[in-house]
Each structure stands twice: as structure tokens, then as C-alpha cells.
């Protein structure tokens, strides 16, 4: 008896394509679903809580008004941002003609308590890894405010 025949059967019962394509399938869709698994699950690694400051510039008056110590960034699994003082709100000042002038703007300083996951050299919020000097989105049930990182404290 032949092991594969003429017709290209297994013991002249199952194709030999057609068991590599269910050996293709069945070994994929654990991949899959692991994959899957991960990338939906994003809230199950440990976070921890990180200080950051940040400065916003050219923030109108009415929306300075409206930030507060306090306000909250939450996302599905709850609270992931906090302002937990507001260093400074100063008028932000540009030089015309040599001369420093009130430009109608604010220029705000925040210190936020963020929940990250913390990686090898990595501090993530969100889908953003957290730098000195990139930028930082914060958003409220009712203003979102756009700043640049000026530090970056673990809590121990």
C-alpha cells in the first residue's frame, strides 16, 4: 500500500492539501485569538501613577477660566488623569518692537497626576509614550487642552 497515491490521498483516504490547509488553520486561529486577547486588553498591565507637568500657551481667557484643580481625564475603565494644582495662569506676553506686551492669551502650568504603564524605558498614557517635550492632550467631560510635557516624576 502507497502512502500518498495517484490522486494525491493520504493512505488513499484524505488529500494532502487539504490536511495542510485544516494543520494551516487550526495552528492560526490560536494566534489569532491570543492576539486578539492582547491588543483588547490593553487596561489588564499594571499601571502606576506618574507626575507630569505641562505648560499650555495661547489658551483664551474663557477657557482658562474653566480649568480647575481637581478636573478629571477618564476613559471606559475610570479615572486616568487628574490636575492636581495649576502651577501658574499668567498672561502670555510676546515681544513687539522690543517690548514685552499682554497678548490677550494665557500661559498655563499644570502639574497632573497620570495613571501609565510604566515599560522598560517607556512611560505610556494612553497610546502616547510620555517625553520631556512632546506633546500632551487632556481631555475633561468639558474642554480638552493641548501642552507640552516639561516634566515627568515617577511617585514612589
Not at 61 to 75: F, H, Q, R, S, T
Request: hydrophobic share 45%; net charge negative; glycine share 10%.
Amino acid at each position: 500500500m502507497k502512502i500518498i497515491d495517484e490522486r494525491g490521498s493520504l493512505f488513499g483516504k484524505i488529500n494532502i492539501i487539504d490536511l495542510f490547509v485544516v494543520i494551516l488553520i487550526l495552528s492560526v486561529i490560536p494566534m489569532v485569538m491570543w492576539g486578539n486577547r492582547l491588543a483588547s486588553h490593553p487596561e489588564s498591565l499594571p499601571k502606576e501613577t506618574i507626575e507630569v507637568k505641562i505648560k499650555l500657551n495661547a489658551i483664551i481667557p474663557e477657557l482658562a477660566e474653566v480649568i480647575k484643580e481637581g478636573d478629571v481625564e477618564e476613559d471606559k475603565s475610570g479615572i486616568v488623569g487628574r490636575i492636581v494644582k495649576i502651577i501658574s495662569n499668567e498672561p502670555q506676553k510676546i515681544l513687539s518692537m522690543g517690548e514685552n506686551i499682554e497678548s490677550g492669551y494665557r500661559e498655563i502650568r499644570l502639574l497632573l497626576e497620570l495613571s501609565c504603564v510604566v515599560g522598560e524605558g517607556t512611560i505610556k498614557y494612553g497610546n502616547n509614550v510620555l517625553r520631556i517635550g512632546a506633546g500632551l492632550t487632556f481631555t475633561t467631560d468639558i474642554y480638552t487642552v493641548g501642552g507640552v510635557i516639561v516634566g515627568i516624576e515617577r511617585r514612589k
